[in-house]
Every structure is written in C-alpha cells, then in structure tokens.
C-alpha cells in the first residue's frame, strides 16, 4: 500500500463563520482563525480544511460564490488569508480549500451576463432550456424544497439550480466553462494550498437531455437525483481535472459525493484511475433516517451502523481510501445524535471518537467536536438560520398545514444549525466567540462545555483526541492496518480488529448506556500486549476473552 501524507493525516474543519470572531462584529472571520491556530496544533491537527471565505452573498452561507478570487468582506481581506496560510504552514500544518463549482451564485459575473441575452457568449456557462407546457423545463424538485428551475423574465427561460435559487448550476459540458475552473484551481494552488475539498462534485454531469423523473404520485416536483448524481461524464471531466490540475501538484483531494456506492467509489478514489483520492460519502448519515428522508426521524439501530461501516472499510481496502467523519457543517453533533449528550456526554464522545479514529481511513475532525459540543434546541423558528431548515418549515407548516411540535423536534434533531452554532471558547459572554452580537445564538450550555475548561482539564474530551490523534501517529497499524468487524449481531457493542504486519488492533466500544458483557469470539486469536487508550479508569488486564463494558466505554488493546 502506498504510504502518503495525506493518508496519515487528521484534518479539523473550519466553518469560519462560527469559528471565533476577531472584531467583535458577531461573524467568525480569518484573523479569528489565526488566533487559535496553537490551539489546532496543540490538538495534533495536520490539515485545516477551511470552508467557504469567498465573496458570497450568502445566501447558502458562503456556497453561493459569487467570486472565486476574491475573499468575503465579513471574513476579511486577502492579504489576511496569505497571513493565514503563511501562519498555517509555518507551524507545520496543511490548508485545503473548500472547491464549489457545481453551482455559483447568481451574482457572479459570469451568471450576470448568461442572464442578458440568449447569445451572450456566457448563456452556455449555465444550464437554459426553455418551458414545457406553460411548466418548467422538468419536474425536478431542488434539494432547498420547491421546484429546481427558476423563471427568468427577460429571456423568456428558465435555468436549473439543484440547490437554492441564488445557486445557478454551472454548465460542465461547455469545455470553457472547465477551462475558467481549471485556471481558478491553478490560481489557488499556486498560491501554496494543500488541496480541496470538492463541494457536491459528483452532481455536475448531468443525464443529457435532463428527462422527467418518475412520478408515480403526481407529485407537483419529484427527486431528479438518478439524473445528476455520478452522471454519465463525471469520470471523464474528473479525470481531465486531474490531468489538467490536480496531477501536477503533491496536494490532497477530497469529493463531496452525496449517494455515492462503494463500487463507484472506487473508481473514483482508484489512483490508477487519476481522478481523487478519497470521498466523503452519506450512506452512514442516513441511518437513522425513515422513509421519507432525513426529517423522518428514526433511532440508529447499530447492527446498521456496522454493516455500512464494515463495507466501506472492506470494500475500499487496498484499492481507494476512506474519509472517516461523524460531524460536518451539515451534519447534526454526534454526541447528540449516536451518543448520549446529557448523563454521559464525556463518555460518549470519547468512545465515539475511539470508534471512529481506530478506522483506516483519514479522519476529520468538525469545529467543536474535539470538546464536546451538543444539539441546540431553539425556542423559536425565528432563531434558526439556515436555508435548508427555514424552507422546509416553511412548506410543511406554513403552507402544509403540519404540527409545528413536530417539525421542530425535527429540527432540534437533524437541523444544520446544531453544528453551526458559534465555538464555545471560554465562560464568558457568548462563550467568547465574540464580543459583539453573535449572528447565530451561542449554545447556552458554554458555561459548562468550553475549550479554556477542556484544555485545563487532564481528562477532558479535549485531551483525550490529542491522546487519539497522537497513537495513529505512533502506530502505522491503525492508518494501514486491515480491517475485520468481530460480534457482527450485537446491539450494543460495535467491535473491530485491526492487522498489519503481525501486529493487531482489539477495538471495542459500547454504544449503550447499559453495562454489556463482550466476549471474544472463539474464532478470533487475540493476545494482549499493551493497552493503547480507553475512556474510563482501567487497571491493566491481559485477558480480553470476556469482560464488562461500563456505558459507552471503549478500549483499545495493542496485540498479536
């Protein structure tokens, strides 16, 4: 297997805007991010990944670019982002950039001017088709609710935007439009980034021809996902990205590839096949999702959990690499959502992050996750910030009549504002985030949970991901190491073993608030030689055949 730096390395993502603020304007910005780069180091972060700072008008909170070159005003100015990545490199880390290019926003020159005229020589940079019916072009339904395509008076057509309506969807078949994307890319890597992390990549090929989707309910808009996820010429136009940009520089790639399969994945992530190296994929974000998608709540049922996870593990060994995360922007806080964030919030966040960092595979950690941060529960709509939440109360209680208690418990479970609510630095106002009025209220538990009271205390969360991130630098086996899932059926104990050339990895964890019991398989040789790391007070034991699992404990053992 190759051994590479990006293979071996933990990456923190930023979302600047909640990150910390410098100048007391309520909105995170860059020079707020210099000051806590000792902070990251201190974790033992290799790798920033920075979320969108582009000029944006922020419509999708900063996924909306509305210039590629240029660095948004609240965050700051471009000679505050070279301080940051001089800052970033001088202290020994990597910065990667976020890379959105399925879509712009609508105020971006280039839309400005596809919108003038039907010959303008930028109409073909987007996606333009005229009415069917007195309709729209499809029944495609956006992502952010509602129909995908929005009317434009003046040429009498309409264009796509799979997201929100100020996020017209580039046109990938016009080889300029490519060229212009190449040549940013080119731009920002000879500026001395890292690498990117690829925004809803594998949506920009589109099924030619951008048919109905199936509608068996005669639903006004119906998913036309089928039609632009891993479409027909995505391998292509990566592989010419690669080629043209990527190939040339030592740098690391990420794609964002929501509904991405192992199978696809593994082309993608084949370096043979030079396209990227790794992708973010959902399948493990879902489970705990009903039928009716992510708002239909559901509890995770574990043995699902182990299914996926055994099968990206598996299934890209040796041939692609794993990204491993359980936090995003997007996500809601796992110690909320797989954990348990009130009696046992320190226990299972350590054993959640032992889980996931005992992986093979690249693991990311989100702004906050590192000290424990929880779900937010809003007493109002009012409150709430983001686009994906506000449309869909929107549609289901404002105008679909439904139960606003309801809709809210959705929230408070699955909404993306629990990751996006400032970082808790301190116990003062605002959990020194900021000194002003923070654009998105702080959670009001930072009295308790705050990074000044986890760095000072020797068993925190905090300390504990330094311990983590620490090991897999110490131990080539939990980077490349085999993998082997061992108690497949069990509900409450997701156990693993890790191999590599003679050594092994015991890896158990208790996902429950109960005491369980884990026995070895008889099957399963294991003799222990250290104790790597654990959650709770361990006396040292050298048989691992059977013992009991406190809640939500985990314990690594060191073997052969």
């Known amino acids: 297997m190759d051994k590479t730096w990006w293979k071996e390395s933990v990456v923190y993502q930023i979302y600047p805007r909640s990150f910390n603020d410098s100048n007391g304007d309520g909105i995170g910005d860059i020079k707020g991010i210099i000051e806590k780069l000792d902070y990251l ?12 700072v582009y000029q944006s008008p922020n419509d999708d909170n900063g996924y909306d670019i509305s210039d ?65 019916n007195g309709n729209e072009p499809n029944n495609w339904q956006s992502t952010f609710s509602g129909s995908a395509w929005e009317y434009d008076e003046n040429t009498d057509e309409y264009f796509l935007h799979i997201f929100s309506k100020k996020q017209p969807d580039l046109n990938w078949e016009n080889p300029r439009l490519r060229e212009e994307v190449y040549q940013m890319m080119r731009w920002w890597l000879d500026k001395g980034i890292d690498g990117f992390r690829m925004d809803v990549i594998n949506f920009i090929s589109k099924v030619p021809g951008l048919p109905d989707a199936p509608n068996p309910n005669g639903e006004k808009y119906v998913s036309g996902t089928k039609y632009f996820k891993n479409g027909p010429r995505i391998h292509e136009f990566l592989q010419e990205m690669n080629q043209e940009v990527l190939g040339n520089y030592d740098i690391m790639t990420v794609g964002e590839m929501p509904g991405v399969d192992v199978e696809e994945a593994k082309k993608y992530t084949d370096l043979t096949r030079d396209e990227l190296q790794m992708v973010f994929q959902f399948e493990h974000m879902d489970l705990d999702s009903g039928p009716n998608g992510k708002w239909d709540l559901k509890p995770l049922d574990l043995r699902d959990l182990k299914n996926s996870i055994s099968k990206w593990q598996t299934g890209l060994h040796g041939v692609g690499w794993n990204s491993l995360y359980l936090n995003n ?60 939440i506000l449309n869909m109360y929107n549609e289901k209680v404002v105008e679909g009549n439904g139960d606003p208690n309801k809709v809210m418990e959705s929230i408070y479970v699955k909404g993306r504002d629990n990751a996006r609510t400032p970082v808790q630095w301190d116990d003062s106002e605002n959990g020194g985030f900021t000194t002003g009025e923070p654009w998105l209220q702080v959670n009001p538990n930072y009295k308790e949970i705050n990074a000044k009271q986890a760095v000072a205390d020797p068993n925190s969360i905090y300390h504990y991901y330094r311990q983590l991130i620490e090991l897999r630098k110490k131990h080539e086996i939990i980077v490349y190491g085999d993998y082997h899932l061992i108690l497949p059926d069990h509900d409450k104990i997701y156990a693993y073993m890790r191999t590599y050339e003679g050594e092994k990895l015991l890896v158990v964890t208790n996902f429950s608030e109960e005491q369980v019991e884990f026995m070895l398989p008889h099957d399963v040789s294991f003799e222990v030689k250290e104790r790597l790391i654990g959650n709770y007070d361990s006396s040292e034991m050298n048989d691992v055949t059977s013992f009991m699992l406190k809640p939500y404990e985990a314990r690594v053992y060191k073997g052969e």
């Open 41 to 52: 180091k201190e974790l033992g972060i290799d790798v920033i990944w920075l979320s969108p």
């Open 68 to 132: 590629y070159q240029a660095i948004m005003d609240e965050f700051g100015t471009m000679a505050d982002w070279e301080e940051l990545l001089d800052e970033i490199h001088h202290r020994g880390m990597k910065l990667i950039m976020d890379l959105v290019v399925n879509h712009s926003s609508d105020e971006h020159a280039w839309f400005r001017e596809s919108k003038k005229s039907k010959d303008n020589p930028y109409r073909d940079y987007y996606i333009w088709r005229p009415g069917k």
């Open 329 to 388: 922007h997007d996500q809601p806080r796992i110690v909320s959502r797989f954990g348990n964030d009130a009696a046992y919030r320190v226990e299972s966040a350590k054993m959640l992050g032992t889980f996931l960092h005992m992986l093979q595979g690249t693991p990311y950690v989100y702004q906050g996750e590192e000290i424990g941060m929880t779900n937010i529960k809003f007493d109002s709509i009012d409150a709430y910030k983001d686009i994906e």
